[in-house]
């Protein structure tokens, strides 16, 4: 444990370093951008500004509408606004892998000095030339925050709401088990520095849902199937039920998180169909399960009861291959739980 921690202080000096010597900056995240991808982009847009940098940011996918609020969510850009530009240092944000920036975007933003990577996924890969990697962190802001904390610079009034945005995204608004008191001390300060109302925030961020929406989880739900022990819930979402609804793969967001709630539901998985007939998949667990191995297997990755991997086979056989290896990961843990209650 102390090994890491100075690995991070060692880091966050190297980063400051990079930010005495550099001036052209450029952040990116994540393709379907979330909340800690966002909020994290901007905190750091707004530190980095506030140095006196010149900072862009390029993300292959819009701002999602339910982060539109957030001061100068409109100072991001798109892929194709890269064009011949070439940062100094590229900072990638809450990503796992370089390649999660989005095929185009990791082939053509390519910084001229230093790639930096800052992550909390336990299963982040070391590609930059700097990493901080901090899979105690809850969240991507948090690291965030803790490195202009360190800094000693003063978080400013808008930094604060788009910090604290990403902390309440990505502790499923402190309900995970990746919260913690110093997840509620960092919440409160950010509160008090930006003087926001948090029931604000959470309206935003969860209340202002298009109806086809609440029109899909209602196809989605009826799909659902629960494994004969009860310990594994299903469900899928295909074009057709896109297309008749008028919505896209993104509105499948959230409906895992459903089905994670059924009573002994030990691992959840819900897949999308997406239009190249790939199958997209989220995971959810209750604890026993790690379903960022899962993951995985599937070369995918994140964090242990939340991840997700892309799979090159229709909808049905996805399922049917995930729902296997669910059971085997299930059938191992329950021989591992019951060494561990004879210790
Ligand atoms: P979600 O199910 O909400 O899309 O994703 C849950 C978590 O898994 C997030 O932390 C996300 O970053 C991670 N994740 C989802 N899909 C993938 C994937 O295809 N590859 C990797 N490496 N991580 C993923
Ligand atoms: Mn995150």
């Given at each position: 444990?102390?090994?890491?921690?100075?690995?991070?202080?060692?880091?966050?000096?190297?980063?400051?370093?990079?930010?005495?010597?550099?001036?052209?900056?450029?952040?990116?995240?994540?393709?379907?951008?979330?909340?800690?991808?966002?909020?994290?982009?901007?905190?750091?847009?707004?530190?980095?500004?506030?140095?006196?940098?010149?900072?862009?940011?390029?993300?292959?996918?819009?701002?999602?509408?339910?982060?539109?609020?957030?001061?100068?969510?409109?100072?991001?850009?798109?892929?194709?606004?890269?064009?011949?530009?070439?940062?100094?240092?590229?900072?990638?944000?809450?990503?796992?892998?370089?390649?999660?920036?989005?095929?185009?975007?990791?082939?053509?933003?390519?910084?001229?000095?230093?790639?930096?990577?800052?992550?909390?996924?336990?299963?982040?890969?070391?590609?930059?030339?700097?990493?901080?990697?901090?899979?105690?962190?809850?969240?991507?802001?948090?690291?965030?925050?803790?490195?202009?904390?360190?800094?000693?610079?003063?978080?400013?009034?808008?930094?604060?709401?788009?910090?604290?945005?990403?902390?309440?995204?990505?502790?499923?608004?402190?309900?995970?088990?990746?919260?913690?008191?110093?997840?509620?001390?960092?919440?409160?300060?950010?509160?008090?520095?930006?003087?926001?109302?948090?029931?604000?925030?959470?309206?935003?961020?969860?209340?202002?849902?298009?109806?086809?929406?609440?029109?899909?989880?209602?196809?989605?739900?009826?799909?659902?199937?629960?494994?004969?022990?009860?310990?594994?819930?299903?469900?899928?979402?295909?074009?057709?039920?896109?297309?008749?609804?008028?919505?896209?793969?993104?509105?499948?967001?959230?409906?895992?998180?459903?089905?994670?709630?059924?009573?002994?539901?030990?691992?959840?998985?819900?897949?999308?169909?997406?239009?190249?007939?790939?199958?997209?998949v989220?995971l959810?667990?209750?604890?026993?399960?790690?379903?960022?191995?899962l993951a995985a297997e599937f070369e995918g990755g994140?964090?242990?009861?939340?991840?997700g991997c892309r799979v090159a086979m229709?909808?049905?056989?996805a399922?049917?291959t995930l729902?296997?290896t669910?059971?085997?990961?299930?059938?191992?843990?329950?021989?591992?739980?019951?060494?561990?209650?004879?210790?």
């Amino acid at each position: 444990m102390n090994t890491s921690q100075t690995t991070d202080m060692q880091n966050y000096g190297v980063l400051f370093s990079l930010f005495d010597e550099y001036h052209n900056f450029a952040l990116s995240t994540h393709i379907n951008p979330d909340g800690d991808a966002i909020g994290s982009e901007l905190g750091l847009y707004l530190f980095l500004t506030k140095l006196g940098k010149s900072v862009k940011i390029f993300n292959t996918d819009a701002v999602p509408d339910s982060y539109r609020f957030l001061p100068y969510w409109d100072n991001i850009q798109n892929v194709h606004s890269v064009r011949t530009y070439r940062p100094e240092v590229l900072i990638v944000l809450d990503a796992s892998t370089l390649e999660r920036i989005g095929k185009t975007l990791s082939k053509t933003l390519l910084p001229t000095h230093k790639l930096v990577n800052i992550d909390h996924h336990a299963t982040a890969e070391a590609f930059g030339d700097v990493n901080l990697i901090m899979p105690s962190a809850s969240s991507t802001s948090e690291i965030i925050y803790k490195l202009i904390k360190h800094h000693q610079t003063p978080i400013c009034k808008a930094c604060a709401i788009c910090l604290y945005t990403g902390l309440m995204f990505d502790t499923g608004c402190f309900r995970y088990s990746n919260t913690t008191v110093e997840t509620h001390r960092i919440a409160a300060e950010l509160i008090e520095i930006g003087e926001f109302a948090p029931d604000e925030v959470y309206r935003n961020v969860y209340e202002q849902l298009p109806v086809a929406k609440i029109r899909l989880s209602g196809e989605v739900l009826r799909t659902l199937q629960v494994t004969r022990d009860g310990k594994i819930a299903s469900v899928y979402a295909t074009q057709r039920m896109f297309q008749k609804i008028g919505t896209t793969a993104d509105a499948v967001e959230g409906i895992v998180n459903q089905i994670q709630a059924i009573a002994g539901v030990e691992v959840a998985i819900c897949a999308s169909e997406m239009t190249d007939r790939s199958t997209k998949v989220s995971l959810r667990s209750q604890g026993h399960v790690d379903v960022s191995q899962l993951a995985a297997e599937f070369e995918g990755g994140g964090h242990t009861r939340a991840a997700g991997c892309r799979v090159a086979m229709p909808y049905p056989a996805a399922v049917t291959t995930l729902v296997e290896t669910a059971q085997r990961y299930i059938d191992q843990s329950s021989s591992e739980h019951g060494d561990c209650q004879k210790g």
